[in-house]
Protein backbone atom coordinates (compact mmCIF):
# COMPACT_ATOMS: atom_id res chain seq x y z
CA UNK A 1 0.00 0.00 0.00
CA UNK A 2 2.95 2.46 0.67
CA UNK A 3 4.41 2.18 -2.56
CA UNK A 4 0.88 3.10 -4.30
CA UNK A 5 0.38 5.79 -2.19
CA UNK A 6 3.87 7.14 -3.62
CA UNK A 7 3.28 6.38 -6.84
CA UNK A 8 0.06 7.90 -6.59
CA UNK A 9 1.52 11.41 -4.60
CA UNK A 10 4.27 11.66 -7.25
CA UNK A 11 1.59 11.31 -9.96
CA UNK A 12 -0.32 13.69 -8.62
CA UNK A 13 2.96 16.10 -7.89
CA UNK A 14 3.68 15.64 -11.57
CA UNK A 15 0.47 17.04 -12.61
CA UNK A 16 0.59 20.11 -10.34
CA UNK A 17 4.20 21.08 -11.70
CA UNK A 18 3.74 20.63 -15.03
CA UNK A 19 0.49 22.86 -15.07
CA UNK A 20 2.13 25.48 -13.01
CA UNK A 21 5.13 25.52 -15.34
CA UNK A 22 3.13 25.32 -17.98
CA UNK A 23 1.21 28.40 -16.65
CA UNK A 24 4.52 30.27 -16.74
CA UNK A 25 5.54 29.32 -19.70
CA UNK A 26 1.89 30.12 -21.58
CA UNK A 27 2.59 33.70 -19.97
CA UNK A 28 5.76 34.10 -21.19
CA UNK A 29 5.13 33.11 -24.60
CA UNK A 30 1.57 35.30 -24.51
CA UNK A 31 4.27 38.37 -23.33
CA UNK A 32 7.02 37.81 -26.29
CA UNK A 33 3.83 37.83 -28.70
CA UNK A 34 2.77 41.10 -27.68
CA UNK A 35 6.47 42.44 -27.64
CA UNK A 36 6.53 41.11 -31.33
CA UNK A 37 3.03 42.64 -32.29
CA UNK A 38 4.03 45.60 -30.60
CA UNK A 39 7.76 45.82 -32.48
CA UNK A 40 5.69 45.08 -35.80
CA UNK A 41 3.08 48.32 -34.99
CA UNK A 42 6.01 50.26 -34.52
CA UNK A 43 7.72 49.02 -37.32
CA UNK A 44 4.32 49.85 -39.51
CA UNK A 45 4.09 53.04 -37.91
CA UNK A 46 7.69 53.85 -39.39
CA UNK A 47 7.10 52.72 -42.94
CA UNK A 48 4.13 54.64 -42.58
CA UNK A 49 6.06 57.56 -42.00
CA UNK A 50 8.15 57.32 -44.36
CA UNK A 51 5.59 56.80 -46.85
CA UNK A 52 4.01 60.30 -46.10
CA UNK A 53 7.58 62.10 -46.41
CA UNK A 54 8.16 60.77 -49.89
CA UNK A 55 4.91 62.23 -50.57
CA UNK A 56 5.25 65.22 -49.14
CA UNK A 57 8.41 65.48 -50.98
CA UNK A 58 6.96 64.65 -54.67
CA UNK A 59 4.25 67.09 -53.94
CA UNK A 60 4.31 70.36 -57.08
CA UNK A 61 2.72 73.34 -56.52
CA UNK A 62 0.47 74.44 -59.58
CA UNK A 63 -0.43 77.45 -60.22
CA UNK A 64 -3.46 78.42 -62.63
CA UNK A 65 -2.82 79.86 -66.02
CA UNK A 66 -4.97 83.11 -66.31
CA UNK A 67 -5.65 83.02 -69.99
CA UNK A 68 -7.43 79.37 -70.54
CA UNK A 69 -7.71 78.04 -67.01
CA UNK A 70 -5.22 75.22 -67.30
CA UNK A 71 -3.26 74.11 -64.18
CA UNK A 72 0.63 73.98 -64.53
CA UNK A 73 3.66 73.32 -62.37
CA UNK A 74 4.87 76.42 -60.95
CA UNK A 75 8.21 75.94 -61.60
CA UNK A 76 7.19 75.05 -65.58
CA UNK A 77 4.81 77.87 -66.21
CA UNK A 78 5.69 81.26 -68.06
CA UNK A 79 5.92 84.06 -65.93
CA UNK A 80 5.15 87.88 -65.86
CA UNK A 81 5.44 90.68 -63.07
CA UNK A 82 3.19 93.37 -63.74
CA UNK A 83 4.12 96.85 -62.94
CA UNK A 84 2.62 96.48 -59.54
CA UNK A 85 4.81 93.64 -58.67
CA UNK A 86 2.05 90.52 -59.03
CA UNK A 87 3.47 87.43 -60.81
CA UNK A 88 0.81 86.38 -63.80
CA UNK A 89 1.47 82.08 -64.50
CA UNK A 90 0.66 80.68 -67.99
CA UNK A 91 0.71 77.31 -69.05
CA UNK A 92 2.26 78.18 -72.37
CA UNK A 93 4.00 80.86 -75.03
CA UNK A 94 0.85 81.26 -76.21
CA UNK A 95 -1.27 82.02 -73.56
CA UNK A 96 1.53 84.70 -72.23
CA UNK A 97 1.18 86.30 -75.64
CA UNK A 98 -2.61 86.71 -75.50
CA UNK A 99 -2.47 88.10 -72.08
CA UNK A 100 0.43 90.73 -72.93
CA UNK A 101 -1.59 91.78 -76.43
CA UNK A 102 -5.07 91.96 -73.90
CA UNK A 103 -3.63 93.90 -70.90
CA UNK A 104 -1.21 96.40 -73.29
Known sequence: MNAL??????????MVVSRVFGKILQARVTTS??????????EQRMDLAEEIRTHRENIVEVV????????????K??????????????CGWDCR???VLENK
Open 64 to 75: KDECCGAYVPKD
Open 5 to 14: FEFAWIVVLY
Open 77 to 90: AYQIVDEDGNTHYF
Open 33 to 42: KKDENRADGL
Open 97 to 99: QKY
